[in-house]
């Protein structure tokens, strides 16, 4: 079942939605990038919920003028004029009060959502059946997509990606340093408005699908995976274009795989998969390999304390410093040097006075600030160099050659 | 007030704004909140010299940089470059912000931060073409940090990234180049290389203005300075306006130890 979902074979309502899902999944990665790159990922969870009066407002009216409440043209056109407000009412109370952002989020968003539930109340009460499953808003609902449903998502997602094409250079600037860009002449408001009416056409676009609840989850979780696996801005926009894409269509098939699946959810904890793939496995960034990178570190820590512990003729007695010493051949169970323990022994001590030199040594400022007790000193010094520290300690000393 | 006359050529002279003056800056006052940061301030740049904005912590330097470009909107007054308003030479002016105020883990290279100077030549939609990747080498290669360029930034120390910074403002190829602390909390080589690459800016004829915290390097860097602690104190040459005297009106009691020493070294020099 889930195979024929995959290869679009569970007819056409399930093929649109995959479709639109995708789209949107692109649309939405990509644009919650610049969102991600400029810390303003909850601002896309206020603006979705301003949208709810909106919609309900929309419908009235339009169910006032005499036509049909549904239609998705008119719905959306209210999401997006309630949501722009909602917008301009946060960077108000940002600019004008001294309400933190955080903070700012919390009043918009919640005073708009239960304006939009009082809405939802008031329409139930005006007429049974007409109310045309409004709340199929807040976590999507794709049962009665139609093919203008996905023509809107079709036309709402490409005018995005182009514009986000068209923007990603001022975008990326302004996420970066927006101090330089407004020294540069860059309008540094205008772009930050054009990134948020990106994300609010992504909402608006997906309320059919995701919702409003959950619409956040796919601006957010595509960027936030795609950094696990990239240190260059335009590939994380690209990689969560794609997740986002994987996610909406592999979300929006397994939903169709079985009755009663809800798509957006689907969708979201999809996505969350390949978070938490990119999360484990991803090499640099990812959990395991700092684990990996930590436990090296451990260990070689450990063995140059014990190599220096050995030469000085200190007993041992940590019992991971022992383990180490003796799996690489340098101890005996006990904790006495093996032959080859010595030679290493007194190299790292020879290796320790060496630094100690080099460090006190104004002339060595540079090699002298790589010093970290663990780094071989032939990685900074050349021989030569190795040769004068070596006179400097000299060898009454008694240093071991 | 009486120092700023003795300082200028005449406050009521400055008042005419120099044509040629790279920044001439007309009763600038901005303020955060109620409280003014810099009050009323006048400040005539030399063209092809490299002057120092001195003056105690929060004596409003960076303020005063940040409302000659733009960042900061002003209450009052008006800033001229090379004799026009601002937004008619942006192309001209190259900004180094303070290191501080970057999230360094932002993914991208230090060849992309330096490519960001290049904005005006890429345009929207323009492709990164090799010779747009060249000119950002040559910049990386004046700070010597060529062989850094496909590293991520945050991989970078301090001194580093600042001379990344740099770079960057290089291949904005300006004529005017704004610098906000570029030598706090640097290294040594840093402090060199960055210095030399300011020397030879003024060797091409270009100006340089550099917000300064190290007094005792005022005289070997500096051709003049200006003093500032929320309205102007002093302004020019370092030979005659860099003296005990307008260092003692400018850091007044607002001294910290270590610029005790620092003022009483420089005043010796």
């Not at chain 1, 603006?47 to 998705?72: E, K, Q």
């Not at chain 2, 909140?33 to 004596?59: E, H, L, R, W, Y």
């Not at chain 2, 002003?74 to 800033?79: H, R």
Request: net charge positive.
């Amino acid at each position: 079942m889930l195979g024929d979902a995959l290869l679009l074979q569970l007819g056409y309502n399930a093929t649109l939605v995959a479709i639109g899902a995708t789209l949107l999944g692109i649309a939405a990665g990509s644009t919650g990038t610049f969102l991600f790159l400029r810390k303003r990922a909850l601002v896309s969870d206020a603006i979705s919920h301003a949208t709810l009066p909106g919609v309900c407002l929309a419908f009235i009216v339009m169910v006032m003028l005499g036509g049909d409440g549904r239609n998705l043209v008119g719905l959306l056109l209210g999401s997006a004029i309630s949501a722009w407000i909602g917008l301009v009412c946060l960077s108000w109370l940002v600019r004008h009060t001294r309400l933190a952002e955080d903070a700012a989020i919390g009043a918009v968003l919640s005073v708009f959502f239960g304006f939009g539930i009082v809405l939802l109340t008031v329409i139930q009460t005006m007429g049974s059946g007409r109310q045309a499953g409004l709340e199929g808003f807040l976590l999507g609902s794709t049962a009665g997509m139609l093919w203008a449903d996905a023509m809107v998502i079709a036309i709402g997602g490409a005018v995005t990606l182009a514009l986000i094409l068209l923007l990603r250079r001022p975008m990326t600037l302004v996420a970066f340093d927006p101090e330089y860009a407004q020294a540069r002449g860059l309008p540094v408001a205008r772009i930050d408005l054009a990134m948020m009416g990106l994300v609010m056409a992504v909402t608006v676009v997906g309320l059919k699908i995701v919702g409003l609840i959950l619409i956040v989850a796919l601006l957010i979780i595509p960027p936030v995976t795609a950094r696990f696996w990239t240190e260059r801005s335009d590939q994380v926009v690209l990689l969560a274009g794609i997740v986002g894409g994987l996610s909406g269509f592999v979300g929006a098939a397994v939903s169709a795989s079985a009755p009663n699946l809800p798509t957006g959810p689907i969708i979201v904890l999809v996505s969350f998969g390949c978070f938490t793939v990119s999360l484990l496995l991803a090499p640099g960034r990812g959990a395991l390999a700092a684990l990996l990178r930590h436990l090296r570190f451990q260990k070689r820590v450990h063995l140059r304390q014990g190599l220096l512990a050995l030469a000085q003729g200190q007993p041992i007695y940590e019992a991971l410093t022992l383990r180490l010493l003796r799996r690489a051949g340098l101890a005996r169970a006990d904790g006495v040097a093996t032959d080859m323990g010595r030679a290493r022994a007194a190299k790292a001590l020879r290796d320790e006075r060496r630094w100690q030199v080099v460090r006190s040594d104004q002339a060595h400022e540079a090699a002298a600030a790589l010093y970290d007790g663990l780094r071989d000193i032939e990685t900074v010094l050349t021989r030569d160099q190795i040769a004068e520290v070596d006179r400097a300690i000299g060898s009454p000393e008694g240093v071991p050659a | 007030m009486s120092i700023a006359l003795i300082a200028s050529e005449g406050t009521i002279a400055n008042r005419q704004p120099q044509v040629d003056s790279p920044l001439a800056i007309r009763g600038l006052t901005v303020s955060y909140g109620q409280k003014p940061a810099v009050f009323s301030v006048d400040m005539t740049v030399q063209p092809g010299a490299m002057t120092a904005v001195i003056g105690p912590n929060g004596a409003g330097k960076s303020t005063l940089l940040k409302a000659a470009l733009g960042i900061v909107k002003p209450l009052s007054g008006q800033v001229q470059v090379f004799g026009a308003p601002l937004d008619r030479q942006r192309a001209r002016i190259a900004y180094v912000p303070q290191r501080a105020s970057i999230d360094w883990d932002f993914p991208t290279r230090v060849i992309d931060v330096v490519l960001m100077g290049l904005y005006r030549q890429l345009g929207l939609l323009g492709r990164v073409r090799a010779v747009h990747r060249a000119r950002a080498l040559e910049c990386l290669d004046r700070v010597g940090m060529r062989d850094f360029a496909e590293r991520q930034i945050g991989q970078l120390s301090g001194g580093q990234q600042q001379r990344v910074f740099l770079a960057r403002a290089l291949a904005q190829d300006a004529d005017l180049y704004l610098l906000d602390e570029p030598f706090a909390g640097v290294d040594a080589a840093t402090e060199k290389a960055i210095i030399g690459v300011l020397k030879s800016l003024r060797a091409e004829g270009r100006t340089v203005v550099v917000v300064h915290h190290d007094l005792a390097t005022v005289r070997d860097y500096f051709d003049n300075v200006f003093l500032i602690n929320t309205s102007k104190v002093a302004e020019g040459p370092v030979a005659t306006t860099f003296t005990a005297e307008t260092l003692q009106a400018t850091y007044g009691g607002r001294l910290a130890t270590a610029q005790v020493d620092q003022l009483a070294a420089a005043a010796l020099a």
